[in-house]
């Protein structure tokens, strides 16, 4: 009995093997874009995520301050970080100061700038105890903008701020006599920013 042989493959057509070739390289030249054009966004949807809601201790901007200004008053403290890869001193120039709910407060960073290059920075913040993100208003901020200082540069980084007079209105507020402001620098468009952003939005 004469044995079958299994059927032999069609041959190759050169011309669709280029075309399924081009397909898969433009997918993933889509992929790779998606993925840079996500990374780079990333910074300014932070920024406008945290100007418009309170969440995990995110603040809130505003454009003025209140026409009321309350008798209750809070501490507010200032916490400055800066992550390892940013050759920078960065620390609040005020440990803390008292205010009234309703009423500007005014503080400022000190940063500087140790290499002998330009270095860009950007700023992560949040407030704690987390629940007083929703009141925290942040009237001017350099937080809200990428900030390049030039080599041994030192400047002085304002923050004007209230706290929303609705605070003592809420019945879940009433123990809070302190908030915490804090600042962590990173390098703008590094690993370590996109890590600490990424840890952010997974909270």
């Known amino acids: 009995?004469?044995?079958?042989?299994?059927?032999?493959?069609?041959?190759?057509?050169?011309?669709?093997?280029?075309?399924?070739?081009?397909?898969?390289?433009?997918?993933?030249?889509?992929?790779?874009?998606?993925?840079?054009?996500?990374?780079?966004?990333?910074?300014?949807?932070?920024?406008?995520?945290?100007?418009?809601?309170?969440?995990?201790?995110?603040?809130?901007?505003?454009?003025?301050?209140?026409?009321?200004?309350?008798?209750?008053?809070?501490?507010?403290?200032?916490?400055?970080?800066?992550?390892?890869?940013?050759?920078?001193?960065?620390?609040?120039?005020?440990?803390?100061?008292?205010?009234?709910?309703?009423q500007k407060g005014l503080a400022s960073f000190f940063a500087k700038n140790e290499k002998n290059v330009p270095v860009t920075g950007t700023a992560l913040y949040n407030v704690t105890p987390l629940k007083a993100g929703k009141y925290f208003n942040k009237v001017q901020c350099f937080c809200f903008d990428e900030q390049t200082l030039a080599p041994g540069e030192e400047v002085s980084m304002p923050v004007m701020f209230f706290v929303d007079p609705a605070m003592d209105e809420d019945p879940n507020m009433e123990d809070v006599k302190t908030i915490t402001l804090s600042y962590t620098f990173f390098k703008a468009e590094s690993d370590e920013l996109d890590q600490a952003m990424e840890g952010f939005y997974n909270r």
């Open 1 to 102: 009995m004469e044995a079958k042989h299994p059927p032999e493959p069609p041959p190759i057509d050169g011309a669709e093997m280029v075309r399924k070739n081009a397909r898969l390289g433009l997918i993933i030249l889509a992929v790779l874009f998606g993925m840079g054009a996500v990374s780079y966004a990333a910074v300014p949807f932070y920024n406008m995520f945290c100007r418009v809601t309170g969440f995990g201790g995110t603040t809130q901007v505003a454009e003025s301050l209140p026409s009321q200004i309350l008798d209750r008053r809070v501490l507010v403290k200032f916490s400055a970080n800066t992550d390892s890869q940013l050759p920078w001193i960065f620390k609040p120039e005020n440990r803390e100061i008292e205010v009234q709910l309703g």
